[in-house]
């Protein structure tokens, strides 16, 4: 999600992405039912995967932001970001929508033979709406194969609508004002979410996907975006290495305390005070990563593997929880689950195939499609 800033692609940040998907992956691969010692271990592990997204949200911000610093003079400014914002986003995400429409609508007599409820969903406005990234506004009613294709496309339209709002408020704002806005976005979020959660029947699902509940993560990437324009900024970041350690070791702590005692994400105390807590997390280790090159995070960050998982993690979170019923379906004739060894092993195929497919999806399609879009100039 995003793309490189106009100087050019920054190895660390693919790593990022890379660590980001993985996470998303253990959150939705690891289903254990029954009694398994293995499979309980790991899901306990990633019980804060769904965190992913938020890493996201961060490299999002700092990206964009980035881009949207780098040529808000431009004659062509909004013109070329969303042209290439097309490219990057549209196709890949429009092709699932109407893979599902065939398998819906072409497929019926054979979704309902294979599987075991023989409901096969309905296509209606619930899923037309994904065209226009309004799946985050309203509770939409996913059945069977809808929810593995869909349900975590939420996090694209938060995406999509920060994209909206961000080119209007760099073009408009100096860098002052617009770090002034950006900070009050990520001290308001939490009080945001609460007033949601507290004032709607759907309070916790909507705190949990509307685009200005999850404004502090992509504000927190963002002001990292203006911030690190400032040589001055840079220099006393790089400089000081063993305080921005110090910081990460008390959020580390905080994460702990969420990871053990709160981590499901509509929880009251994670959904207002630890989604920002968490974003500041991830907005360190993108300083400690860019700001020191030889250190243990951007290390990690540029390994060859978690750079190419970084590469295709768009195409993967798409179709990464389809791909595993699919394959859990075809070879177990079940839903998803890892708490067996045949289970694991399925669940193992599927990321593979996953990521066969991500890796087709960016040779044939992505790749050429971002130079397509890289053709328009600012």
Not at 305 to 327: D, P, Q
Request: proline residues 4%; hydrophobic residues 50%; positive net charge.
């Amino acid at each position: 999600m995003g793309e490189p800033s106009s100087q050019g692609r920054i190895p660390e940040l693919d790593g990022l992405r890379g660590i980001a998907i993985l996470l998303v992956l253990g959150t939705h691969y690891i289903i254990v039912s029954g009694q398994s010692q293995v499979a309980s271990f790991f899901q306990f592990v990633f019980l804060l995967g769904w965190s992913g997204v938020d890493l996201f949200f961060v490299l999002s911000g700092f990206l964009i932001g980035g881009i949207l610093l780098d040529v808000r003079a431009s004659p062509s400014y909004f013109r070329t970001f969303y042209i290439r914002r097309f490219f990057r986003i549209i196709p890949v995400y429009y092709l699932w929508i109407v893979l599902y429409m065939l398998l819906v609508g072409v497929g019926g007599s054979l979704l309902r033979a294979h599987t075991r409820t023989g409901t096969v969903p309905p296509l209606g406005f619930d899923i037309y709406a994904h065209f226009l990234f309004l799946q985050n506004f309203a509770i939409v009613n996913y059945i069977a194969i809808s929810e593995y294709w869909f349900a975590h496309t939420w996090s694209l339209a938060v995406e999509e609508q920060f994209y909206l709002v961000s080119p209007l408020l760099v073009r408009l704002c100096t860098r002052r004002r617009l770090s002034v806005l950006l900070g009050t976005l990520i001290l308001a979020a939490p009080l945001i979410r609460l007033f949601v959660r507290s004032h709607f029947a759907e309070g916790p699902w909507l705190a949990y996907r509307l685009m200005p509940c999850r404004a502090d993560s992509l504000a927190c990437g963002m002001l990292a975006a203006v911030l690190w324009r400032s040589e001055s900024f840079r220099e006393r970041v790089t400089a000081s290495g063993n305080k921005l350690y110090g910081l990460l070791g008390v959020l580390t702590a905080g994460l702990v305390v969420l990871w053990k005692w709160f981590p499901n994400p509509q929880s009251p105390l994670t959904e207002t005070l630890g989604f920002t807590w968490i974003a500041v997390f991830y907005l360190l280790i993108l300083l400690l990563a860019l700001s020191r090159p030889t250190g243990l995070i951007a290390s990690l960050c540029r390994m060859a593997w978690l750079r190419e998982l970084g590469r295709v993690s768009y195409c993967i979170y798409i179709i990464h929880t389809a791909v595993n019923l699919f394959f859990h379906m075809a070879l177990r004739h079940a839903a998803p689950q890892s708490s067996d060894a045949k289970g694991a092993v399925v669940t193992l195929l599927a990321a593979l195939g996953t990521y066969g497919i991500a890796r087709a999806s960016w040779v044939i399609l992505e790749h050429p499609l971002v130079r397509r879009g890289h053709a328009f100039k600012y």
